[in-house]
């Protein structure tokens, strides 16, 4: 069976001289550790099975220090910022054992012991915010979920007015715009999300002959699930002319994929916008809510949730 290589690094690099830990041996710890979400303390026993014997104490100071060192080239690739003109942001939680250092013995009064466990579990995430573009890929770790968070990071990195963002439903209301409603850069929504939205309407708003339900029919809304099954199509197409564009250039690199992309995909994109105008003043917050209901409850039918 093959050992990993315990190879010390030169005093010169400064790299954790006082250690036996290597550069590709923190990268490894570090991949186990995020990647992973394996506790440094099960770190600590997997390396110890391979005869690297490190303290899960050693490790989180070998982690910091890593961290530190890395600090200037994170904030030197932010400032890359002001020159993108395209950028998409996500987040997703990270299980962050080390936030939450009590236990809930007891459930809250009047709850269950399985909703008790699950706010527990919400109570140790943490998140990681990773903004991406041509130049940027950075990725920002927080205890908070809050679209303030990558906009800081966005406006204190001098964003340009006309660089187009991408984000999720999450990033909505004020996010690119200031206090006085200013715009501060554009600011849209990703295809992918607003295709499954229109998949969810379809899936849980009609019986399974493909009729709309009794809640929509009442409300009007079974001209909405046809028009759904349009702006799913439409969408689909959408990406699937997009993949054929790129392997096209990828195959050719004379062709200019912004040309093509002009000539063939932005016309489908305008008509799919020209056509949500058109039906978004129809949607009201009234003739939204029994759809809502009725589709929410068909979806935890389907998961077998009371």
């Not at 250092?101 to 709850?111: A, H, M, Q, V």
């Not at 706010?119 to 979920?145: Q, T």
């Not at 999450?170 to 992918?192: K, S, T, V």
């Amino acid at each position: 069976m093959s050992t990993l290589r315990q190879t010390a690094l030169s005093s010169k690099t400064d790299f954790l001289k006082k250690t036996s830990v290597s550069v590709n041996l923190m990268a490894y710890i570090i991949y186990l550790w995020i990647r992973l979400k394996s506790p440094l303390n099960r770190v600590a026993v997997s390396l110890a099975e391979y005869g690297i014997k490190l303290s899960r104490q050693q490790l989180y100071k070998d982690v910091g220090i890593t961290s530190f060192m890395l600090q200037p080239v994170y904030e030197h690739i932010k400032t890359y910022i002001k020159e993108e003109k395209n950028l998409c942001i996500d987040e997703t939680y990270f299980q962050c054992r080390e936030k939450l250092k009590s236990r809930i013995e007891e459930p809250p009064s009047g709850g269950s012991k399985r909703k008790a466990q699950k706010s527990l579990s919400k109570s140790m995430r943490s998140y990681i915010y990773g903004i991406a573009g041509e130049r940027v890929c950075i990725f920002n770790h927080d205890i908070c979920r809050d679209y303030d968070i990558p906009k800081k990071i966005l406006l204190e990195n001098g964003i340009d007015i006309n660089t187009y963002v991408e984000t999720d439903g999450f990033y909505r209301g004020g996010f690119n715009r200031d206090e006085n409603d200013e715009i501060l850069f554009q600011h849209g929504w990703c295809w992918i999300h607003c295709k499954r939205n229109f998949c969810v309407l379809m899936n849980y708003g009609t019986k399974t002959d493909d009729t709309p339900i009794d809640a929509f029919i009442k409300c009007h809304w079974e001209k909405d699930i046809e028009e759904g099954r349009w702006f799913c199509d439409k969408i689909s197409n959408a990406f699937h002319i997009l993949h054929q564009l790129t392997d096209k250039c990828k195959k050719d690199s004379r062709l200019n994929i912004v040309e093509l992309k002009n000539k063939e995909l932005r016309p489908i994109i305008e008509e799919i916008c020209t056509e949500a105008n058109r039906i978004y003043p129809d949607i009201k917050s009234t003739k939204m809510k029994k759809p809502e209901e009725a589709v929410l409850k068909s979806f935890m039918q389907l998961l077998c949730i009371s």
